[in-house]
């Protein structure tokens, strides 16, 4: 069974940090390349940044600077570092396994809102 398990969401001020993790099970994840992903309500699903299973790394152009990707093979787990959060950073984060340029599999999802 595919598991892909987000956490570390929650409220935060503007110009605030969090830090997201994603716990992969079920899937050879050192060969997967993997994804966050954000959503806000009445929106599509949008990619946030990726990171492939060479460590290449592709974001969107509203966190440049701002949000860093980054996995641990030996602990089956992607990160998402958000620095100077903004308010339109707000959403629900999905973590995703990528196959051929598509996310595949996807966890539940964690809140993260920014806000005074």
């Known amino acids: 069974q595919v598991l892909l398990v987000e956490s570390g969401g929650g409220l935060v001020q503007p110009g605030g940090s969090l830090r997201l993790s994603c716990e992969v099970s079920?899937?050879?994840?050192?060969?997967?390349?993997m994804g966050w992903y954000r959503q806000v309500p009445e929106k599509e699903r949008e990619m946030v940044e990726t990171i492939t299973s060479e460590y290449g790394k592709k974001y969107a152009d509203s966190v440049k600077g701002r949000f860093t990707i980054s996995r641990d093979n030996a602990k089956s787990t992607v990160y998402l570092q958000m620095n100077s959060l903004e308010s339109e950073d707000s959403g629900v984060y999905y973590c995703?396994?990528?196959?051929?340029?598509?996310?595949?599999?996807w966890g539940r999802g964690t809140q993260v809102t920014v806000s005074s």
């Open positions: 079920g899937i050879t994840f050192s060969i997967n390349d």
């Open positions: 995703a396994s990528i196959v051929g340029g598509r996310p595949r599999r």
